[in-house]
Structure formats: C-alpha cells, structure tokens
C-alpha cells in the first residue's frame, strides 16, 4: 500500500533555512545542505526547497544548492520559487531535483504547466498554490501569487481543477491563514482540493503537532502533510511523527 | 566501469551521484566506444517516453546491440519503461523491444500519478534484491506502467490498487520502475547489487 508522505519543507533566503509566520518574521533555521541531509538521513520520505526571495540573482545560488543537496540526499526533493520556463525546469532537473514547483508563473501562463509536463512527464511539476479564505465569498479560497503578496480573484479549488487538466502531477496547497501558526493545517481548505482533483495533493501550513498530521490526512484527505517550523525547531524528530501516525493506522515508511 | 547513458534527459546525474556515495565509479556518457567498453549499462529519465525515445536517437540500436550481447543493462523509471515494446504516453511510441509487453496508463480510479513510497514484495530469486529481505519500501513517481507479457522475466509487484509491476530481470537485463537513486538506503542497495552483478558476469 502506498504511504502517506511526511515532507520538511526548507524556505532558502541568502543560502540559509528560514521560518516565519503567515509568511512574515523570519527566524533562521540553518544550513540547507545540512539539514536537508539531516532530514534524510532521519528517515523523511521527500524534501521541499522553496527560494522565498526568487530574484535572478537567488537563481543561481538556488541551482548551486540543488547541485549540492543532489550529491549528498538520495531521497526525491522539489525545488521551487520564481521558476518562470521550461528551461528553467530543465536546469532544476538535471542539477538533481526531482520536482520542481510553480506558482505565479503558472498562474500568468498556465500553458506552462502542460508544456513541462509534454517534456519532462506530469510527475515532475508541481503546482503550488497559495491559498487564503476569501473575505468576499465565504467558505471559499482565493489563490495568492508573488509570495503570498498579491491575491487574485482565481478560486482555489478550480484553479486546482484546471492545473490538473494540463498537466500538474501535484499539488502542493499552502493554506497562508494557518501558516506558522502551529493551530493545524486548513483541513476545509484541504478536503475541497483533495475531493476536487485526482492528483496528490500535499498539506501545507499549520502543523503544530501530531494529531494535526492525522486530521490533515484523514479529515482534509491529504497524500503528504508538509511541515517547517515544528520538525526545524526540535519539537518532533521525523520518526516521532510516523510512529504516531502508525499508531493510528495510516501507512507509513518506517 | 558503470556507464550511465547521457542523452540530454533530466535527472540522469541524480543515478551519477548515488553510484559516487556508494563508492562505485560510474561515468556518464553517450560515447558509442564508452558504452561498448563498460562492464554494465544504466538507463536512467526523467521524462516523457516519446521525449525520451527522441532524446535517446541513434543510441537505441547501440544499446539493443549492447544488451543483446549479454551486457548488463538497468533501466530505471522511463529507462525501464524504454525496455518494453511501446508505450501509449502522449501518442503510441516504440521502446527498445527488448522485454515483451507495452507501457500504458494506470488505470483511473485511484490518485494518479502513483506517487510517493510503496512497499515491494522482493522475490528471493531476483539478484537487484540480494540482502534486502521480504519487502521493502521504494520512491515511485509515474503515471504509465509497464503490462509485462515475457514469460522469460522475473517481475516483483507493488500493490496500488492492482497489482503493478514495479521491478523485472531478465537475463542480463534489469528494471525498476521506482527509483532505487531516491529510495535512501534500500535503493543504493539495488545499485550496489547490479554493480556486483556487473563484475561478475565480466570476470
């Protein structure tokens, strides 16, 4: 049977691992290399690198990362932020990751989503989506661009939909509400995309214990529960969370 | 010397850096000579199989050669997939040939692609599984997967709603659909076997 995925997510700014609450205040967490390395070793199923500062600058110090993580990682790591091309996917693949994430760009021209997945297979991209609850349509989300900056008008859960339709084999789904908070993960917000779409969907944001990895999975039927700040800070080591998560049926690699 | 085949797809140097941290020399090359010369083959992608078929061009008739003279070949993700006949992705494409059967999609029904870690049951006579036990768990990430119709091949199974093949070996010729490069300490295992398989049908 196919296990439920627990994936540390590493925000990189200036080539070092940082956290913050509802993407703002930023404490840092280390070395990527280190602790991506760390994560793996300690028996995380996947890695999540985010370039949160994604300037063209970052770009090159973010490939220089994935390079150095993929010699020493051997298992399968995403790489996102300010991916805009094709060729930018193609140089993330080859310096070693496995996925590479998009958001605004694929908002802009969501015809990158099916060109990545004609050339590389839909396995590989990741649509990441940054979500926050509409203060005009209540009960539903509206999805951010521009880390978390700037919110459109687009919906959630059909945004999702249409990603799935062209090619995302992912979704990647950060609730911006609970982000950092350590109150839970979004499980509404969840159960709307995973009961939308047919492909992996990935919890993100809110993790505060462990419980709250279960109520992702079971509640919000997510694939992955993705956390930062409870595993960068020393609450729980990966293996506490899959002994819990065991413990209460889900399936998982340990 | 491994030689992993370099045709321009990604991911290929994620096998490079596995075969590095297990201490084993690997080179990554598309040089006819180099893969005449090496003691055993990898085929590694990350791709589409129609891309990848493309990409691969006149190095597909080098490694059937290559494979058919009884050097060791291992295929992983799409370079297994590339083993079989053909495979529907994106329009009906010819693979290799080189284990009967065609890649196809994994049914609806269930989240696709299958993605993430799931258990493989390891029969005791395949040679990649050597030392690794009953089962364990591997990295997958496809959406297509390979309905073997060769009676000569040895296939290990994973369960995800059906039963998938998840590894084959036949003869000098391997696959895994999984990633043994991202499948943390049971995967090097796999690479380490195939090296040691390599030696020995070269010395």
Redesign the interface.
């Given at each position: 049977?196919?296990?439920?995925?627990i994936i540390p997510c590493l925000d990189v700014k200036d080539n070092r691992v940082v956290k913050g609450v509802n993407f703002l205040n930023l404490r840092d967490a280390g070395d990527p290399v280190e602790l991506g390395k760390r994560y793996?070793d300690t028996g995380a199923?996947?890695l999540v690198f985010l370039d949160i500062t994604a300037t063209i600058r970052s770009r090159k110090t973010i490939v220089d990362l994935v390079e150095k993580v993929?010699?020493?990682v051997?298992?399968?790591f995403t790489v996102g932020g300010g991916i805009q091309t094709v060729e930018h996917f193609?140089t993330l693949?080859?310096?070693?990751?496995?996925?590479v994430s998009v958001n605004t760009a694929a908002v802009n021209n969501p015809s990158l989503l099916s060109q990545a997945?004609?050339?590389?297979?839909?396995?590989?991209v990741v649509l990441a989506i940054d979500a926050r609850r509409s203060t005009k349509n209540p009960g539903r989300w509206q999805v951010c661009v521009k880390a978390g900056t700037e919110p459109t008008d687009i919906d959630v859960v059909q945004w999702a939909i249409e990603a799935e339709k062209l090619g995302a084999?992912?979704i990647l789904l950060t609730s911006m509400d609970a982000d950092g908070t350590q109150a839970g993960y979004d499980n509404q917000l969840n159960k709307a995309v995973t009961e939308a779409v047919?492909?992996?969907v990935i919890a993100s944001g809110g993790a505060g214990n462990l419980d709250h990895l279960y109520d992702a999975i079971v509640d919000g039927g997510a694939?992955?529960v993705l956390m930062a700040s409870i595993t960068h800070f020393g609450n729980y080591t990966i293996n506490e969370m899959k002994e819990h998560l065991k413990k209460r049926g889900i399936p998982v690699?340990l | 010397m491994i030689v992993v085949i370099d045709y321009n797809i990604g991911n290929v140097k994620s096998v490079c850096n596995a075969f590095k941290y297990i201490g084993i020399e690997a080179k990554l090359s598309s040089d006819p000579s180099q893969i005449k010369a090496a003691k055993g083959l990898v085929l590694p992608g990350v791709a589409a199989f129609g891309y990848a078929v493309k990409a691969l061009g006149n190095l597909s008739e080098i490694l059937i050669e290559a494979a058919e003279s009884g050097k060791p070949l291992l295929g992983i993700c799409v370079g297994y997939q590339l083993l079989f006949e053909q495979s529907t992705e994106h329009g009906i494409h010819s693979g290799l040939g080189l284990i009967k059967g065609s890649v196809i999609p994994i049914p609806k029904g269930t989240v696709i692609p299958h993605m993430g870690w799931n258990l493989v049951e390891l029969p005791n006579d395949m040679k990649l599984f050597d030392g690794l036990g009953d089962r364990k768990h591997f990295y997958f990430a496809h959406s297509y997967f390979a309905d073997v119709k060769d009676e000569q091949a040895k296939i290990a199974y994973t369960d995800y709603s059906f039963q998938i093949p998840a590894s084959v070996e036949k003869k000098n010729i391997f696959g895994t659909q999984f990633h043994p490069e991202k499948s943390g300490p049971q995967g090097l295992r796999i690479l380490k076997n195939f090296t040691e398989f390599c030696e020995r049908q070269n010395s």
């Open positions: 049977m196919l296990t439920k995925r793996s199923d996947e993929a010699e020493n051997f298992i399968p193609d693949l080859r310096s070693g990751a496995e996925k997945a004609e050339r590389f297979g839909n396995q590989c084999g992912e047919n492909i992996p694939d992955a690699n | -």
